[in-house]
């Protein structure tokens, strides 16, 4: 369960985030959508710890990011953007680096960790092989190894979908709602691709100019009025119809 409370965030004086408070409930996917300069990467960073809120707090299970931020960050799991990954680590010793934490483990159990969190995202085998060797698809299967290797109760992920391909996407974005049915862990996905958002997310927040202008279901999003939710839903009609007449 994580609950974002009463935010705000300035930067130089200028405030990006205004008031935002929602909860996402535990093994919920929340996507975070909005116009660009919105305030999602700002908000992320705030639940993440990675910025201190200018007011406000966000609570993971009820643990404080801002007053107690080493536990709270310990139930995070992060999966960055471009994936993140250390160019001069093979596969397996990124996702190690996920548990580094874990002192008290012998070498063959993070070892088996590492093979378990790799077969959950189906890169089985593929323990050696060098970041430069992977496809864009994998390189994000394995940040989100990476991310799961703590078994954390909340993952955060940042553009899980941008760069790829869309039937890659697909793959991410059934991955994403597999690794909920198995850990049950709470999720926020910040995405700016409209179909993905509407086969992962349960609930959809839209921030406008560091407003939350939308809360609520797909559906509820499809028929929302506003011109800049309309406008992206419109967007991601013509992509499907596009997709499946083959231009
Ligand atoms: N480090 C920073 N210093 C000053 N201003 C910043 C900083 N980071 C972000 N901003 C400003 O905060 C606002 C929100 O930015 P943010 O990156 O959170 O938006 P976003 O919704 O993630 O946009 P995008 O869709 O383009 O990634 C923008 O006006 C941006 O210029
Ligand atoms: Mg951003």
Known sequence: MLCVKDLSHSFEGREVLHSISFEVGTSEILAIMGSSGGGKTT???????LLKPTKGDVEIEGI?????PERARAKLGLVFQYAALFDYLNVSENVLFGIRR???LSAKQAKEIVSQRL????????????????S????KRVGLARALAMEPHVLLYDEPTSGLDPVTAYSIDQLIVETRSRTQATSVVVSHDVSSVFRVADRI?????GQLLFLGTPEEFRDDLS???????EKAKCEDLSLRIGI
């Open 43 to 49: 908000l992320l960073k705030c639940i993440s710890g």
């Open 64 to 68: 404080s990011v801002v007053s107690d």
């Open 136 to 139: 864009g698809g994998m390189r």
């Open 205 to 209: 927040a839209f921030l406008h100019k």
């Open 227 to 233: 011109p800049q939710i309309k406008e992206l839903v």
């Open 102 to 104: 874990k002192k008290h």
């Open 119 to 134: 077969n959950e995202v189906g890169l089985a085998g593929k323990e050696n092989l060098m970041p430069n060797e992977l």
